[in-house]
């Protein structure tokens, strides 16, 4: 283990949040709000610590697979302890396992609150727990490989542990490029619903903070009705831009770089995506029917909430615990399925399913004919065996993660319904889930460990648990 | 596809449930029931039925790979239908569905019933129930291999079809023999119970049908209260029953036959199993302290509901819907885990769960240190990578399997935590779940089309998946 440079990098990254602090700290300038002094000493404090780690310079800057995946764990760990100290630091959230809760909701764009009340806190506050949304919707290490001057190529494993999907690819040569053309892609489509939004009359505060929400598909709110007091046509955007973040960012790569079209709509993940948004939508809307008002407020809110959680964005327009049982059951299992590899939406990751069913198929067809090949194919080229069996493993990793979870929180008594979807909504980096932590609900009635713990499957579900998993490993901690 | 021998097979099996009939016919002399006659008829007509079917000699007897898990997924099929008509002739269960879900239910040994009442069902109709359970835990076929003058090597894939666990092997080289020991022990154990609840008073019909739902692991009581009413020592003897019948068989093989406690000992799985017991139990006594009335109160009914879930057998002496939300979500936990493989147990199986936790462990560590390599060793031994790659696309089609069924049931619009628990309690061959499925409710409610779908689960979970999938592949019935 290269403590050096893991150190280092840490250093730079609370650089960058002192920089991140700023922005609230400006907003608060135009609502004149006092709380915007601690965002100003956090952003100079983060900035003076940050220098003083990063003054001694690592010979290498290499980093490998277990220096990467520790590093971006640790990463995220500090950048929350950070990011929370100013709600701590303002009052408005004095505790600080409560702070941090919301912090890494935020980040890993979860959306999960302790609040019950959101519209007490100040404007700077809001902006910058929607703010985290959008850093962490991309990542902040893609972030830092695409401004700060870093070479060697295994830098590629800090790509990889941060972006989402059993098998992250380059778009071009240079990674750097990269990371470059998928922040250039997430804040040209951000500023456009910002923009859209304003045109419909929305004031600029909203648009910004619930466009941020949208675009790191977050769920943060900005009023104890989430999304439900804005007009259908706003409702609409929310929907439309929830479900094109949700896309895997090659599709735009296609269309906007390269500009083929054709490429765009042969990628067979997008495809299914949007057909099970298609698919369930529909459904919700025939089963959950007595629940509307009419045939278009059925189809924005199914719609809404299809692409909220399939999005893993976690807004609502409608009270869905109340929906009948197969309307809740589908959304459950667009819980587990999620969005699109490559996109910033969390959950398994549409191509995992593709993949896992897949191969699921061939080896039930190997049984038929034993001298079948056990290929698959995505896309029209082979899947690696090794991808096919990293799909296998991630899922044993998950249900692990997943029951564990759910045994330690259950001590604190709620029902099985809540225990269940509240571990679903913060490993799959969702919000809401269902009874006690439904969308007119939140998680301040959990215990200190029980909301430990939900932050490590907040952390685990956007990392895709390895790094995580790897802090526990006693291997990762001996010195090389 | 050979559609011949497996039409053959067919045919014997017919006959074999004829000669069954005979047991509840013959119960229902010493009690001067005329729901006997429908017993003796349905005997006739079996061994008639069978006879011609079997008229046409086959040539070739082998079963290969497709051919063997066809024949035991078809013959499952069969002996339920032809099962379940003399409740219905009986008049006892007058609807055929719910005739075939309970008789699906007895043989699976799931113990699902859709009775309100079975204080109701006459003695013969009592028995023959309960006899199912006894029949289908250790395997018809396996039965068929021990009675059968049937050579060939590749009647293995009838063994393997039916036999529970990630790798079946012979217990000696010559297979007949392995299955006559089978059940030697299992006829045994069986008597042995009998005779001790016999000595604590209980009456011979109690002692044979409650030791067939044991033995078994099935969970058909023939009292409204399961075994609540029994007495403690007599719930004892259950408890201790249900847990040996969940061990792997090969610890008796060793102990009986080969007198070597040392290697009994050394099975890591049976290790793993009474671990989990011992955990389990002395959590829920702790947990739900305030539900029992002394320490003795609470470890009897602790032990005996954990031996009744881990086992997948679902009997039960208290409410364990009413207990707090830790022991209810180790119950749940308990029941995907299952028994051992091996044993009579149903669910996922103790021997996968450790396969997949140390590939699991293994693949984590391979981030650490990518030069090592990926093997697992149980019992000392290297599992072969066939075998660990098995397990995984065994939780796939597991997962898919319980997604799809718990989607299809909730169409009827019960609660999320009875669709979920109905299907965890039949494809893992239970018998109760939670909520309106608890011990104190009934699968009744349900919608014909749930009931099927709730039949196939739990042939699925017996059959342990792909025979009952390869139903519905297309290439399964072309004709070679």
Same mark, same amino acid.
């Given at each position: 283990m290269n403590f050096a440079s893991v150190l280092f990098l840490l250093g730079k990254l609370i650089q960058i949040e002192g920089a991140l602090f700023i922005a609230p700290a400006v907003v608060s300038l135009f609502y004149g709000e006092k709380q915007g002094l601690v965002y100003f000493i956090a952003a100079i404090s983060c900035a003076v610590l940050g220098w003083l780690i990063t &003054? #001694?310079?690592?010979k290498e800057q290499n980093y490998y697979a277990k220096e990467g995946f520790i590093a971006v764990a640790l990463g995220w760990i500090v950048m929350s302890v950070a990011g929370c100290l100013p709600f701590v630091f303002t009052g408005e959230i004095p505790s600080f396992t409560d702070a941090f809760f919301e912090t890494v909701s935020g980040f890993t764009t !979860? $959306?999960?609150?302790? &609040? @019950?009340?959101?519209? +007490?806190?100040?404007h700077c506050s809001l902006f910058w727990r929607s703010f985290t949304h959008w850093i962490g919707g991309m990542g902040v290490f893609v972030f830092m490989l695409a401004v700060l001057p870093m070479t060697g190529a295994q830098n590629m494993h800090l790509l990889r542990s941060e972006s989402p999907g059993p098998d992250v690819g380059k778009l071009v040569p240079k990674l750097k490029d990269s990371a470059k053309i998928l922040y250039i892609i997430y804040f040209g489509m951000t500023v456009l619903e910002i923009v859209l939004l304003l045109i419909t009359g929305m004031p600029l505060f909203d648009s910004i903070t619930l466009s941020f929400g949208t675009a790191g598909t977050g769920?943060? /709110?900005?009023?104890?009705?989430s999304i439900a007091d804005y007009s259908y046509i706003q409702q609409l955007i929310f929907s439309i831009f929830m479900i094109l973040f949700g896309i895997n960012f090659n599709f735009y790569f296609f269309i906007l770089?390269? #500009?083929s079209i054709k490429e765009a709509l042969n990628i067979e993940e997008v495809r299914v995506y949007l057909g099970l948004i298609a698919v369930s939508t529909a459904a919700i809307m025939y089963n959950a029917r #007595?629940? =509307?008002? @009419?045939l278009s407020d059925g189809f924005i809110k199914s719609l809404f909430q299809v692409g909220s959680i399939i999005t893993t964005t %976690?807004?609502? !327009? *409608?009270? =869905?615990?109340?929906?009948p049982a197969l309307s809740k059951t589908i959304l459950v299992c667009l819980m587990f399925v /999620? *969005?699109?590899? $490559? @996109?910033?939406g969390g959950g398994f990751k549409i191509s995992r399913v593709i993949i896992m069913i897949k191969s699921y198929l061939r080896e039930l067809m190997h049984f038929i004919h034993?001298? &079948? &090949? +056990?290929n698959v194919y995505m896309d029209g080229r082979k899947v690696k065996d090794e991808t096919v069996n990293g799909v296998e493993v991630y899922l044993l990793s998950y249900v692990l993660v997943l029951i564990v979870s759910v045994i330690v929180i259950s001590l604190d008594g709620f029902d099985l319904e809540t225990n269940f979807t509240a571990v679903m909504a913060t490993l799959n980096n969702i919000g809401p889930g269902l009874a006690?932590? /439904?969308? !007119? %609900?939140?998680?301040? %009635? =959990?215990?200190i460990l029980s909301k430990y713990v939900l932050s490590f499957d907040m952390l685990a579900g956007r990392l895709e648990l390895y790094p995580m998993l790897l802090l526990f490993a006693p291997g990762t901690w001996r010195k090389k």
């Open positions: &003054l #001694h310079r690592v !979860t $959306g999960s609150s302790i &609040l @019950s009340d959101v519209e +007490k806190l100040s769920g943060f /709110g900005i009023r104890n009705s770089i390269r #500009h #007595h629940m =509307f008002e @009419s %976690g807004f609502s !327009t *409608a009270d =869905f615990n109340e929906w /999620g *969005a699109c590899a $490559g @996109s910033t034993p001298r &079948l &090949l +056990k006690v932590v /439904g969308p !007119t %609900g939140n998680y301040s %009635g =959990f215990s």
